[in-house]
């Protein structure tokens, strides 16, 4: 469950992705924040729709927001695609995955709910799935799903909805699929 995640470790990075220690969730996240290594999986059926999961309200951080199909952390030395396989089997029941490592995001944003504070070092993984691929969300973790369209994700004026990362791991996702992907840095 998500308050019991708030005690496993993290791994703190540098700004270029080096580790530098590690730290427990709520440590880690609690204001001004330590960067962390983290990671958000983003899933493209055939159609170039992407899932969302609406978080839970049990969420810790960024609660009842939209956000990619799955985000996490990596423990200490743990490679982040099983990290990343694990917590989509665990949070959609999405098994038998191969995923791409197409970038980072290095982010900053506070929760103005619940006074977390993300910043995080976040690798961006894509998939593709179909629909049958999602078999059991757990309401732990996710209040429910949906498919969007990306170009009507990136226009979307209520960033009040989605999670503050969202944006920029999609076009980091997006630009995997053009040629070009490069990494991003932002502060938000």
Same mark, same amino acid.
């Given at each position: 469950?998500?308050?019991?995640?708030?005690?496993?470790?993290? !791994?703190?990075?540098?700004?270029?992705?080096?580790?530098?220690?590690?730290?427990?969730?709520?440590?880690?996240?609690?204001?001004?924040?330590?960067?962390? &290594?983290?990671?958000?999986?983003?899933?493209? %059926?055939?159609?170039?729709?992407?899932?969302?999961?609406?978080?839970?309200?049990?969420?810790?951080?960024?609660?009842?927001?939209?956000?990619?199909?799955?985000?996490?952390?990596?423990?200490?030395?743990?490679?982040?695609?099983?990290?990343?396989?694990? &917590?989509?089997?665990?949070?959609?029941?999405?098994?038998?995955?191969?995923? $791409? %490592?197409?970038?980072?995001?290095?982010?900053?944003?506070? %929760?103005?709910?619940?006074?977390?504070? !993300? &910043?995080?070092?976040?690798?961006?993984?894509?998939?593709?799935?179909?629909?049958?691929?999602?078999?059991?969300?757990?309401?732990?973790?996710?209040?429910?799903?949906?498919?969007?369209?990306?170009?009507?994700?990136?226009?979307? !004026?209520?960033?009040?909805?989605? $999670?503050?990362?969202?944006?920029?791991?999609? !076009?980091?996702?997006?630009?995997?699929? $053009?040629?070009?992907? $490069?990494?991003?840095?932002? %502060?938000?």
């Amino acid at each position: 469950m998500s308050g019991e995640r708030e005690h496993e470790l993290v !791994e703190l990075v540098s700004a270029a992705g080096t580790p530098t220690g590690s730290a427990t969730v709520a440590e880690a996240h609690a204001a001004p924040g330590r960067l962390h &290594r983290a990671f958000s999986v983003l899933l493209f %059926d055939a159609a170039g729709r992407t899932l969302l999961q609406q978080r839970s309200a049990a969420k810790t951080r960024f609660p009842s927001r939209w956000a990619n199909a799955c985000c996490g952390h990596p423990a200490p030395g743990e490679p982040v695609a099983t990290a990343a396989v694990r &917590r989509l089997a665990e949070e959609l029941g999405v098994r038998d995955i191969e995923l $791409a %490592d197409v970038g980072v995001l290095v982010y900053a944003a506070e %929760d103005p709910v619940t006074g977390r504070t !993300e &910043r995080e070092y976040d690798h961006v993984l894509v998939g593709r799935v179909g629909a049958s691929m999602i078999t059991k969300p757990d309401p732990a973790e996710v209040a429910t799903v949906r498919w969007a369209d990306p170009a009507e994700l990136l226009a979307a !004026e209520d960033a009040t909805a989605y $999670a503050p990362w969202l944006s920029g791991v999609l !076009e980091i996702a997006l630009a995997s699929i $053009a040629p070009g992907a $490069a990494a991003v840095d932002r %502060d938000r």
